[in-house]
């Protein structure tokens, strides 16, 4: 099993900064693409930005130039460097991982408990 553990989350001031870590634990043969949801009130989950195990990224439309996301394999964890925040990026931050317990066998989604973040003056 994996566990998933976020930190980073708080209060900022619009055109603020926050970083966002996620840890993986457990057992498992390798952590592959990882990534970064949030959900706003009343809004549905959408997806952030996810980043595969080479460092390959990729970003939604509403973060692109602001947010870059990150990895540190050694360390299972994945990183979100949140810039120029707005009040539109207030919700809770997920972060979501797939991985394999074992060689050659089946990959399975993981999720953390979330983290939220509030852009407010």
């Known amino acids: 099993q994996v566990q998933l553990v976020e930190s980073g989350g708080g209060l900022v001031q619009p055109g603020g900064s926050l970083r966002l870590s996620c840890a993986a634990s457990?057992?498992?043969?390798?952590?592959?693409?990882m990534g970064w949801y949030r959900q706003a009130p009343g809004k549905e989950r959408e997806k952030v930005a996810t980043?595969?195990?080479?460092?390959?990224?990729n970003y939604e439309d509403p973060v692109k130039g602001r947010f870059t996301v990150s990895r540190d394999n050694a360390k299972n964890t994945v990183y979100l460097q949140m810039n120029s925040l707005t009040p539109e990026d207030t919700a809770v931050y997920y972060c979501?991982?797939?991985?394999?317990?074992?060689?050659?066998?089946?990959?399975?989604?993981?999720w953390g408990q979330g983290t939220q973040v509030t852009v407010s003056s």
């Open positions: 979501n991982a797939n991985a394999n317990l074992r060689v050659l066998g089946p990959q399975y989604q993981y």
């Open positions: 457990g057992t498992f043969y390798s952590i592959n693409a």
């Open positions: 980043i595969t195990i080479r460092g390959s990224t």
